[in-house]
Each structure stands twice: as C-alpha cells, then as structure tokens.
C-alpha cells in the first residue's frame, strides 16, 4: 500500500489558476506557488474546481500542471486532480498526470452520471489497477448530488492505490461517525475550512484549502509542519473561510488586491464586485502583516 507516500500531507492549498487577457498567467502561477513555498505548504492541488479544470483546454492543463512540478522540486507535493464522470477519460488522466511527474492523484466520485454503488467501485477500482501514484477520492455529495456514505469506503477499502478520502462540506458528522477502522484504513482530509479545527480534533489529518491561496501561512499555522499540535485558524483566516469559501471569482478578486496580478475568470463564472470585498480585503490584510 502507497499510504506513507501522502502520509506528510496536512496543510495543502487548491491552487487557483490565474488568466490575463485569456490566457494562463505562468508568471503570476509562478509567484503564487513561490508564497506556497516560502509559508512551507505540504502540497498544492492543481486542476480540480478551484483552478477552473473545465474551463481549460487540454494542452492548458498539462502545461499548468507540468510549471507546477518544474518549480515544486520536491519543496512541496503536486496533487493532479483527474476526475471526470468518465471511467476511460479519468484514467487516461491519471496516467499523463503521472507521466507528467504528478505525486499523487485527488479523483473525484463520478458526477451528474449518478452511477449505482457498483459502478462507482469499478471506476476506482480501474484507476488503481492503471497508475502506480497513490490516489485520494474526492467525495462531496454536494457536487456529485450523490451521498454514497460509509459503504463505499468499506468497499474501497481493497483498493491498495486508494490511500486517502477527502471529505467535502458539510461531513464533518459523517467522518465522526465513521468507525475505527475505516479511520486507520485512510488518510482523512477536509475541503471544509469552516470546521477544520473541530475535524482535525477528532483524527483528520489535513486540509485541502482554498484559502491558502491568500494566507497561506495562516494555513500552515493550523497546523505546524513537524508537528502533532492542532491550532484554532487564526481570525483572518477563519475570515476568509467563512466569507469566500470556494467562491473561484472572489477568491481571485482578493488575491489581485493582497498580491497584485490578474482577477480574470472564465465563463461560466463571472468576476464579482470587488468593492463589496473592502472590509475583507482590509482584515485579511492586518492578517498578513502579523503572521
């Protein structure tokens, strides 16, 4: 089993993708990855929601993912989000992000398909037997519209490449209730910086946050790197968590004003108003100046 390859994975940021006049800004990627470096993050996810994967191209998302493993250099872990609702295309995915030199692979539960308990087994079970890079599952029913709950972990558990779950909004009742075995079983991560704190109290390992892309060493601070202490978010941090939260377009508006650079997205999302994000943008900054 590949689990103590993402056994040092707790503080992880999903990377936002930046655009200038149409666009992949490599230049502001490249600044935004350095501050993930200087904070010490343990890994970056790239190509999942967050980094608008569906709004880019094929030769786009490779060439994303490719300036995040050149400037990685083993300072930080590459996380290749490669799931679709299609068994063949996730696979054929998974393994360019490995030949790409991807570290490990965050898969999502097949969405909008909606397929039965069985089907969404084989799917992980195709994707383990295809790459040899250690795979955690995406599973937030509230963007697949599908909870399959506790028994498609027991039924994952099989699966060697399946080394962590990564629990979306919303789950944080779903992990406590979950038993002791399918704990140990898997490595627990969260997408839901709202109860980070309470779900690492009860044995999650880490996040897989958003708002590391503006304070990322608030995120690290959660968290010390080398470290079992569990920290409270810092206000700033617990700020933009419940303020932001996985708005794409808000989270680029208040990046563009901490850091500079682009605040483009591309449709179907549309920019939001940055005015309406002053008071934010003020607290985040005083956070900034006292990390």
Known sequence: MTTARISGLRACTAM????SAGNVAFHALAAALERQIVAGIDGVVIGDVLSEDYALSAEEREAVLSACV?????????IAATGTNSTKT????????????????LVTVPYYSKPGLKGVVDHFRQIGAATGLPVIVDDDPGRTAV???????????????????????????????????????????????????????LGGKGVLSSSGNL???DLRAI?????????LPSAGFALAASRLGQD??????????????????????????????????????ASRQRS
Not at 223 to 231: D, F, L
């Open 248 to 285: 794409v377009a808000a989270l680029k508006a208040v990046a563009s004003a901490l850091y500079g650079g682009p605040h483009e997205v591309r449709l179907p999302l549309v920019p939001c108003d940055g005015a309406s994000l002053a008071a934010v943008v003020a607290a985040l900054s």
């Open 147 to 201: 909870d399959y709950g506790v028994p498609l972990l027991e039924a994952l558990a099989g699966v060697d490449a399946i080394c962590g779950i990564c629990h979306g909004a919303g789950r944080l009742q779903h992990f406590a209730l979950l038993s002791a075995h399918l704990r140990q079983r898997y490595i627990h991560f969260s997408r839901d910086e709202a109860t980070v704190h309470p779900f690492l109290q």
């Open 16 to 19: 936002l993708t930046p655009f």
């Open 70 to 78: 050149a400037q990685a250099r083993r300072r930080f872990a590459v």
């Open 215 to 217: 304070l990322p060493a």
């Open 223 to 231: 968290i010390p790197k080398g470290s079992a202490e569990i920290r």
């Open 90 to 105: 996730t696979v054929e995915r998974c393994l360019r992000a490995e030949a790409l030199g991807a570290d490990v692979l």
